[in-house]
């Protein structure tokens, strides 16, 4: 015992002396630290008093132990009472009984050597103004402890009280010999674990207030038991080897009662969340999905998972906006060199929450904040807790992220869809505009093509009528006039057919006659009409029938000899002196039930881009030498929608300075 004694009145005084002498080498501002730095001067005092008394054998250190013990303990309650003031922030309300008990201390301490005190220096004979002074004494530990109960929801009050408790509750005992009550100090080494909890309290240390308090049972329970038996099994046997027993026992008490502290069945029978549960609960987060369809979903899981299953009093999410940017600067400051991940809330700032962590962006910008309440009874987040969160922070701030790109990205699509929607529409109304005006040049040149054909037709019949002379011989000069004349017409007839032919194929109102035509008859009559050209300019037309088909098809036989006599005119156009055009008939390759009729020249080709463009209204082709041919453009454009009409094909194959073939197919159509 004297042994136990002895070292924890060194362990004591050594980290009294340490804590003391660290806030005053800080040269502290803060008046709550300087009061705390003199009461663990003051416990160094008593301790080296205790260390002291205990040491001497011979009573030569019995004066100034008595002395160094209360110079230390006589003020120990009222500075505490003084810095609990302070820390609540009652010190000017407190201010009366503060120094009303400096001022009856001192007056104490000057009969400190008095009978008053004590009859002598042993500490068995306390004289009155001890009993006046314990009794002060005891009132003012007595009030420290019942402010802090009192203003508990202030931070780290209910462990500084837990802290004040044991200290003053190790101390009293040893102060209890006095009255002849002779309790053995087994407490003696908490003095140096309350100073501890003390100092990390008011350096704002996260310490787990319940943490602290299963390691100090723990260990207090293993002193207990480990020297009590040792204790009982040395008086038996007097053996001082079973002292040995103290050490092995303690560790093994320390360890196993550790061990059921932390276990789920201790947690739930006080109803209190063990770490286990906490990381499953918030493993629910991870097991989510990344990405949620708005923020009110996010923010639900969260609410669900701290709130509702953790008993967190509350979460909120704070995103940084342009608005409120500047109310959060001093957050932003702070983690700008924060290394520790998160803040802990406190004066202005408790009504936000409990704690505050960053969410970033991954550039590492911050974009947000994510705020958490108090937990079950006001108790501190652990260590561990705050690491499980700030991967939890994490989570949500890539959930946060993704709700972003999905914001922006449906912004980016309602923008160009509207966009689109806006071009559609001036696009619709260009389409109607153009789609009238179309009509009604379509409507102007079919009036405007009837209209002509009269008058034409009259001054084609007055030319015939002259040119047969019937009215009278014409000289040459006027027969070459009238000559003239009745070409122009024939022209312009021709031109005004195409524009009646175009205007009707687009207004659907050609209408088609079927019969049996004999293919083969028919194009040689077309061709026996053409051949009478061919001496102008030399050119070899041919009919070729490799096949040996004789087909007759249910077929429009005007419409046929148009789609023929168009491409053979555009073959003699364009196909210089001594070319050579053939006329091939065949069935289609791929598709039997169509007959392919094809007109190939030698002319001067068509360039490959020009080519898409070919059947289109009033195209016209150029030569290599970019000399332009008379024409109208509609030809082929006849062409192909009368092609088509019939249910057929057309194309052109060509290659320029080596000609060109036109393919179109008929239906071989039955009776």
Known sequence: MHFYLTVSAVLNGVISLFAGIFILFKKPRNTAKKLFAFFCLLTAFWSLGNFLTLIDQNGLFTTSSFWLTHIGVLFLSVINFHFICVVLEIEKKKKKIIWSGYLLNTLILAFALSQFFSKNTDWNNPGILYHVW???WITYVIF??????????????????????IFFSALLLNLSPTYEINLLPFFNIAIAIAIVMLFSSLSNARLNFFGITKKITSLTLALIIGFSVSYLAFLKQEDPFVLLVFPVLAII????????????????????????????????????????????ELDSTINEIFTEKLNIS?????????????????????????????????????EIGELCFPILKHTKKIIGFFILGNKPRHSIYSNEEIEIIKSAVFHIGLSLRALQYNFDLKTEVAEKTAKLNRQKEELEKSYEKLKKLDEAKDSFLSIASHELRTPLTIIKGYCDFLLSEEFGMLNEKQKNFQEKIYKSTNDLLALVGDILDISKLEAGQMMF??????????????????????????????????????????TDPKKLKQILTNLLGNAFKFT??????????????????????EVQDTGIGIAEDAQKTIFDKFSQVENYLQKSYNGTGLGLSIVKKIVEKTGGKVWVESELKKGSSFFFLIPQKDE
């Open 134 to 136: 314990i009794t002060l």
């Open 314 to 350: 509350f979460t909120k999410i704070i995103l940084l906006t342009s608005e409120n940017k500047e109310h959060y600067d001093h957050f932003l400051k702070y983690f700008e060199k924060d290394t520790k991940g998160y803040l802990v809330l406190k004066n202005e700032n408790r």
């Open 144 to 165: 420290s402890e019942f402010l802090l109960i009192k203003f508990r929801q202030k931070k780290q009050t209910m462990l500084m009280a837990f802290s004040n408790f």
């Open 576 to 597: 210089s002196r001594s070319g050579e055009i053939t006329v091939r008939i065949r069935n289609y390759p791929a598709n039997s039930h169509f007959l392919q009729i």
């Open 513 to 554: 006659h079927y019969s049996i035509v004999n293919i083969k008859n028919l194009i040689n009559e077309v061709i026996a009409d053409f051949k009478i050209m061919c001496p102008e300019k030399n050119i070899t037309l041919v009919f070729a029938n490799p096949e040996n088909l004789e087909p007759c098809l249910n």
């Open 253 to 296: 008490t320390y360890f196993s009662v550790s061990s059921f502290f932390d276990s789920r069945f201790f947690y739930r029978i006080l109803r209190l969340e063990h770490i286990n549960d906490f990381k499953e609960n918030i493993n629910i987060l991870f097991r989510q999905k990344n990405f949620y369809t708005n923020f009110q």
